[in-house]
C-alpha cells in the first residue's frame, strides 16, 4: 500500500470511521493568513533601545575587573541554580554579589528582550486616572516595569505609580534605581516607584496597608511561581514536594500544587478592588513553566476569570484534555534583536540561545465577557511533517480545541489565523486534534528563482 494512503487511515471522523482529506479538501481549503502576531515583529527601536541599556546597568552596576572577569563564571553558576539545582532557590540568590551581577547582565537582558516583544502587541488595559498603579510581584530588579518602559513609549511619560513587591529589599532597591536611570537617560518624568518587601503570603495584607487598590489598573508576575510554589512543604506531609513538570503526573503532588495555585489567586483577589482586574503572569517557556499556566488557567477559570491573551477562547485548555500531548503551551520567537554587548557576554558564558520562548497568561476578573466577534486559532508549535498531509503542519488552539492546520509553514508561533466555519470532522488520531487542510502558500519570487537555479537580474 503506498505510504500516503496508509498514513491517511491515521485520521478518523469523529465516530472513528476511516476519512479520506481528499474528501475535507474537496469542499474547501484556505490558505492561512497571519491576522495578528503575539510578539512584535519590527525590532528596529528594541535593537537600539537594547543597545542603549548597557549604560543603565553600567551606572547602578559598575563591574570592577574582578567582577567582569568572574561575570561568564558567575552566570553558569546561577544558572545552574535556577534551572538544575532548584532546592537550594529557597536560599535567596540576591545576597550573593556574583549572582546580583549575573543576574543583571545577563538574566534581565535576556528576559527584557522576550518581553519586550510581548508588550509592544498585548493588549493591555490602559492606565487612567490621577495615578494608575500597577503591582508587579515578585519584581527582582523590576524586570517587567523596565520592560513596559522600553516596550510601550506611550506610557513613558504617564504619571504611573509602580509597586514593586518582592522578598528581597536589596534586590527591589536595584530595581528602584534601574527605573530612575533609564527615566534619566531616556529623559522623560520618572515615574513614582514604591518597594513592598514582603513573603507572597502576606503581600495583599502589606500592600492594602499603604496603598489605595482603587488606583490599582494591573498585577504582574514574571518568572515568580516557579519559585513561589516550589517552597518547602511543612504540613502537608508530603517527604517530596519540589515543583517539577511532572509533579501534575502524581495525584498527590499535583493536588499540592494545585492547591497552591488557589491560595495564590485567593492572595491576588483580596488587592483587587470592585471594578474590573487584569492579572498578568508570565512564566519561562519550560515544560515547568507552561504547565503551571495551563494549571492557573483552568483554576482562574473556575474562580470566574476570563483569559484575554493568549488564547482566542475561554473554554478549557485543549493541551489538558484528550489523548495527552507531550507538548505544553508556550510560545516562541527567534533571538533577535540582541545587542552585541549582551552577544558578547551571552558567548563567553557559553549559553547562547537561538530562539526565546515564554508562558504568558493575561486574566481578567469582574469584567462582563465581550461577544466573541470572530473564530480564530492561535498557532502553538513549530511547523512539523504529518504523514498524510501536505507541507508542514502546526498545531493551533482554539475554542473548538486543538487543531493541526495542514500548509502552515509560513505561519508563526503565536500568530492567530481566522477559521473557516464549518471545521469538518477529521481528527488526528495520535493527537485528538481536528485536521484543517490549507493550501500551499505561492513561494516569493526571489526564493523561486533560487530554486530553480535562476539567476535574479542584477
Ligand atoms: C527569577 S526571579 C524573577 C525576577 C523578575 N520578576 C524577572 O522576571 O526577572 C524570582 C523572584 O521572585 C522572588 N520570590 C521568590 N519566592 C518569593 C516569595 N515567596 N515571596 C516573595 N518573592 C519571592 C525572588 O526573590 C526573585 O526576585
Redesign the pocket.
Known amino acids: 500500500m503506498a505510504r500516503q494512503e496508509k498514513s491517511l487511515r491515521r485520521h478518523t471522523t469523529e465516530q472513528g470511521q476511516p476519512l479520506a482529506l481528499a474528501e475535507l479538501r474537496a469542499e474547501r481549503t484556505v490558505l492561512w493568513q497571519s491576522r495578528s502576531s503575539l510578539f512584535a515583529k519590527n525590532l528596529e527601536g528594541l535593537s537600539r533601545d537594547m543597545t542603549r541599556f548597557e549604560q543603565v546597568l553600567r551606572r547602578v552596576r559598575p563591574l570592577a575587573s574582578a567582577h567582569r572577569d568572574d561575570l561568564a563564571q558567575a552566570i553558569v553558576d546561577l544558572s545552574h541554580l535556577?534551572t538544575q539545582e532548584r532546592a537550594d532557590l529557597a536560599h535567596?540568590y540576591?545576597s550573593n554579589p556574583r549572582f546580583v551581577s549575573a543576574y543583571l547582565y545577563y538574566?534581565?537582558p535576556w528576559?527584557l528582550l522576550r518581553l519586550t516583544r510581548l508588550f509592544a502587541n498585548l493588549a493591555l488595559p490602559e492606565p487612567k486616572g490621577t495615578q494608575p498603579l500597577l503591582l508587579d510581584l515578585?519584581?527582582?530588579p523590576a524586570?517587567?516595569p523596565l520592560a513596559l518602559f522600553l516596550a510601550k513609549p506611550a506610557w513613558r511619560r504617564l504619571p504611573l505609580h509602580i509597586v514593586c513587591h518582592?522578598?528581597?529589599q536589596h534586590?527591589l532597591r536595584l530595581g528602584k534605581a534601574l527605573l530612575a536611570e533609564a527615566a534619566s537617560l531616556w529623559q522623560t518624568p520618572p515615574w513614582t516607584v514604591s518597594l513592598l518587601a514582603s513573603?507572597?503570603e502576606q503581600v495583599a495584607q502589606r500592600f492594602l496597608t499603604r496603598f489605595d487598590r482603587r488606583e490599582l489598573f494591573l498585577v504582574t508576575q514574571?518568572?515568580?511561581l516557579n519559585?513561589?510554589l516550589n517552597?518547602k512543604n511543612r504540613h502537608q506531609g508530603l517527604s517530596q514536594a519540589m515543583l517539577s513538570a511532572k509533579a501534575w503526573d502524581d495525584e498527590e503532588q499535583a493536588s499540592l500544587f494545585e492547591q497552591r495555585l488557589e491560595d495564590f489567586l485567593e492572595e491576588i483577589e483580596r488587592l483587587f478592588a470592585d471594578g474590573p482586574q487584569h492579572l498578568l503572569c508570565l512564566e519561562p517557556g519550560t515544560r515547568l513553566g507552561g504547565k503551571i499556566m495551563m494549571h492557573l488557567r483552568e483554576k482562574a477559570r473556575e474562580r470566574d476569570y476570563l483569559v484575554d491573551a493568549p488564547c482566542p477562547h475561554n473554554q478549557a485548555c485543549p493541551l489538558l484534555q484528550g489523548p495527552g500531548l507531550r507538548t505544553w503551551c508556550h510560545y516562541t520567537m527567534a533571538a533577535e534583536a540582541l545587542p552585541q554587548w549582551l552577544e558578547e557576554i551571552t558567548r563567553q558564558a557559553r549559553l547562547e540561545k537561538h530562539a526565546l520562548s515564554l508562558a504568558p497568561l493575561l486574566l481578567r476578573k469582574r469584567a462582563p465577557a465581550q461577544a466573541q466577534t470572530e473564530d480564530s486559532a492561535r498557532i502553538l508549535s513549530a511547523a512539523f511533517a504529518v504523514p498524510g498531509l501536505a507541507g508542514r503542519a502546526r498545531y493551533a488552539c482554539s475554542r473548538h480545541g486543538l487543531l493541526l492546520l495542514e500548509n502552515a509553514e509560513h505561519l508563526a508561533s503565536g500568530d492567530t489565523v481566522l477559521l473557516p466555519r464549518d471545521l469538518g470532522r477529521l481528527r488526528d488520531r495520535k493527537s485528538g486534534a481536528l485536521i484543517l487542510p490549507g493550501a500551499r502558500q505561492a513561494e516569493p519570487a526571489k526564493n523561486r528563482a533560487r530554486h530553480t537555479g535562476k539567476r535574479k537580474k542584477a
Open positions: 535556577l535567596p540576591w538574566f534581565l528576559n515578585g519584581s527582582g524586570t517587567v518582592d522578598r528581597s534586590v513573603p507572597m514574571a518568572n515568580v519559585e513561589v517552597r
